[in-house]
């Protein structure tokens, strides 16, 4: 059991860690920070920790550097999150609000996480269950072909390329469209299979065409159903190499591949106001033992999706987590207002 005076002890050591990448000697806390004890008595304290698992010496006489259990007894004993500066939330305002459609808001978002944080930053495009189509657009491009872009109404886009048989003249097209859009318009993606089922035959005289369009349509409906993430800032952690034993590039590579990522947040939890942290040694891959998730959720069409950081064990979980909080916050009101 960690004293309260040991659980300062502790907080000192991961920030002044965090701050120089330098292990932390008792001298040092004792000089620094408000204690009023001797450098004896911390030195006493961290000799606890130590037993506790808490902290370890990385070289023989050096300070003392904070375990990945030191880290979550750290974070677990958060009492103030920090919070961010108002130049901060007004970039975050400014940039989400600027942009058009879901695919620039979720850019946007990374790129905007990843400068605040240093880390890299994910987002996880909407989950799409409860989602409704809005519109079915049909465009002619020549050649025999169409263009089928499918708009939901959390403003989700999907395009997909339609080879026809002949070309179709404007008033048939208007004509597909416009039975299409009768068949699916206002349907959840989960319950318009059926509706798609049928769409060839409300224009019997256009079937080639209408099954091609139907083909797309449901071609897009499950890429819209499928996890996805948008990431950015895999520079920084480049820059983070140091932080790691081995190479960083397995880590990168998992990142780029999504599926660990997604499980990953998947696992943390689904509270759209609850922000979570998975520390090394937690977690089940191996290539993400020696990096840090901070996450939290947001809501769009009352269904919650994840965006979140990863980066190096030795990171600033309280900024980190702000930050997380303050972009989940502002993507949730955007996208469910």
């Not at 880290?71 to 940039?95: C, H, M, P, W």
């Amino acid at each position: 059991m960690v004293s309260p005076r040991g659980l300062d002890v502790l907080r000192v050591i991961v920030q002044d860690y965090v701050s120089s990448r330098e292990p932390v000697g008792s001298k040092s806390i004792a000089d620094r920070h408000s204690f009023g004890v001797s450098a004896a008595t911390i030195r006493n304290d961290m000799s606890l920790l130590e037993d506790e698992l808490l902290i370890t010496a990385p070289h023989t006489s050096s300070g003392r550097i904070p375990t990945d259990r030191g880290y979550r007894v750290f974070v677990d004993n958060l009492s103030d999150v920090k919070t961010l500066s108002g130049a901060q939330r007004l970039a975050i305002e400014r940039v989400l609000n600027e942009s058009d459609d879901i695919d620039a808001l979720l850019a946007h978002t990374v790129r905007l996480l990843a400068q605040l944080t240093n880390q890299v930053a994910v987002v996880e495009y909407p989950s799409l269950s409860g989602a409704r189509v809005k519109h079915v657009e049909l465009v002619a491009m020549g050649n025999s072909r169409l263009m089928s872009v499918l708009i939901t109404d959390s403003g989700r886009v999907e395009q997909r390329t339609v080879e026809t048989e002949r070309d179709l003249s404007e008033e048939e097209i208007t004509q597909l469209r416009s039975r299409i859009n009768t068949a699916v318009a206002g349907r959840q993606l989960s319950e318009i299979a059926d509706a798609l089922a049928a769409a060839p035959q409300v224009a019997p005289d256009l079937s080639e065409a209408s099954a091609r369009v139907v083909t797309a349509l449901a071609e897009q409906v499950a890429a819209n159903r499928q996890q996805r993430l948008v990431m950015a800032g895999a520079g920084n952690l480049v820059r983070t190499e140091n932080d790691f034993h081995g190479s960083i590039y397995p880590l990168l590579d998992a990142i780029e591949e999504q599926v660990t990522v997604l499980k990953l947040l998947t696992e943390m939890g689904h509270e759209a106001s609850e922000v979570a942290v998975s520390i090394g040694a937690e977690h089940e891959s191996q290539d993400f033992r020696e990096a840090s998730l901070v996450a939290g959720g947001y809501t769009s069409s009352g269904e919650v999706s994840r965006v979140g950081v990863i980066g190096p064990t030795r990171m600033d979980y309280s900024g980190n987590m702000a930050a997380v909080r303050a972009v989940a916050s502002y993507l949730s009101r955007i996208l469910d207002a």
